[in-house]
């Protein structure tokens, strides 16, 4: 089975709308971790937001959030205010296991999203 | 600046050239990485090193070695490259404890094998 699944290959978004790019994951793990990654064309990855498995609060960065609602299993990445420059490849990426263990990233096959005007 | 860097960051090579992909961070970090992406696979992990001295396999590591000599470099080996092996890689590297296992990525490297 995936343990990550990234279900959209493509997204398109307007420009200053919210979009969610969905993830879900899969682990019997009860510590782990859940990051989002960009890549925008150039090629680099991007560290945009992480959550814990024992945090209690959804986690934000400016205009990232992650909607995560453990009992799905799932970890939604949602961009409020869309920007022409979040045109990117987006991954979702799982951590199992506590970080003394090891730091090994599964990664999902990504989300190609698309801001237009 | 902290950062990882790779070299070089793009390269064209002939079938069973043996090749080496640099890896250097300058943030202290304990456990490095080499990943590879390939069209809808996303990103999947061929070694790891949770310091120097101790590197294991990760999901695809059939025709690539690594090294840990110092704390700062990973290098990746391919002693016998082939055309399967063409694809986008990245090193990383992160603390292992204290924080959440955040890692850090490298520019990436295009490898190209014909």
């Known amino acids: 089975a995936q343990k990550i699944t990234q279900t959209q290959p493509g997204m398109f978004v307007q420009e200053k709308e919210a979009v969610t790019l969905d993830c879900t994951y899969d682990?019997?793990?009860?510590?782990?971790?859940l990051f989002w990654y960009k890549q925008p064309s150039s090629g680099e990855m991007i560290f945009l937001i992480y959550q814990g498995s024992y945090d209690q609060q959804n986690a934000t960065e400016g205009r990232y959030s992650l909607n995560f609602q453990k009992a799905r299993k799932s970890a939604n990445l949602v961009i409020s205010a869309s920007q022409l420059g979040d045109s990117a490849m987006y991954f979702c990426?799982?951590?199992?296991?506590?970080?003394?263990?090891?730091?090994?990233?599964?990664f999902g096959t990504g989300t190609q999203l698309k801001v237009e005007l | 600046e902290a950062q990882v860097t790779q070299n070089p960051r793009y390269l064209i090579t002939v079938t069973g050239k043996k090749l080496t992909v640099t890896c250097s961070q300058n943030?202290?970090?304990?456990?490095m990485s080499w990943y590879r992406q390939d069209p809808g696979l996303g990103l999947r992990q061929i070694y790891y090193?949770?310091?120097?001295?101790?590197?294991d396999k990760g999901d695809v590591p059939e025709g690539y070695k690594v090294s840990r000599k110092e704390k700062r470099n990973f290098p990746l080996i391919l002693e016998s490259p082939s055309p399967n092996q063409t694809s986008l890689y990245f090193c990383?590297?992160?603390?292992?404890?204290?924080?959440?296992?955040?890692?850090?990525f490298g520019p990436g490297t295009r490898l190209t094998v014909l």
């Open positions: 090193s949770m310091n120097v001295e101790v590197t």
């Open positions: 990426a799982m951590r199992e296991g506590w970080t003394g263990g090891g730091n090994k990233l599964t």
């Open positions: 943030m202290n970090h304990e456990y």
């Open positions: 990383a590297s992160g603390f292992i404890a204290g924080g959440p296992g955040q890692q850090f």
């Open positions: 682990t019997s793990d009860p510590s782990y971790g």
